[in-house]
């Protein structure tokens, strides 16, 4: 990933993440997620859902086929300006107390990131890593200002 996508990547506020059944049904929604330069992380937070986050399709489709993509991108009025950097990756749903310590690494990025996550107790709770990334990035600028 060149240093701008990094950049734009990074910068992002949501992205939309697709994960698919064994089946090949797919299920796209909106994350909040942080970028450590290498991986993507987003949390099962604490918003509402309409089941146990272990049971969230997401989560099932993430166990039974790992392979996801997230598009991460800026819209503008002035589609001059238009932006998306389309990942390709694999998830892994890492629980609290996983591995060296990148569990809680992931809690750091992402309350650094989003202020909302500091009331929220998301070291409990399970986060989504996505790593082997595969990057496109398109915009319409030929030259884009990062």
Known sequence: MDDKTRA??????VAHLATASLSARPVVVPICYAFD????????????????????KR??????????SVVVDEYSEDWS???????AGVA??????????????????LREKYTQYKSMAIESRPIIK??????????SDPNPAD
């Open 130 to 139: 996505i790593s082997s990334l595969k990057t496109r990035r398109w915009s």
């Open 59 to 68: 989560v099932r489709n993430i166990e039974a086929n790992p392979q996801v």
């Open 81 to 87: 300006k238009l932006t998306y950097v389309l990942i």
């Open 92 to 109: 892994e749903i890492l629980e609290p107390g996983d591995g060296p310590g990148e569990h809680l690494r992931a809690v750091s990025l």
């Open 37 to 56: 330069g290498e991986n993507l992380y987003s949390p099962l937070d604490e918003k509402p859902k309409s089941t146990d986050v272990r049971s969230l």
């Open 8 to 13: 734009f990547v990074s910068r992002q506020r």
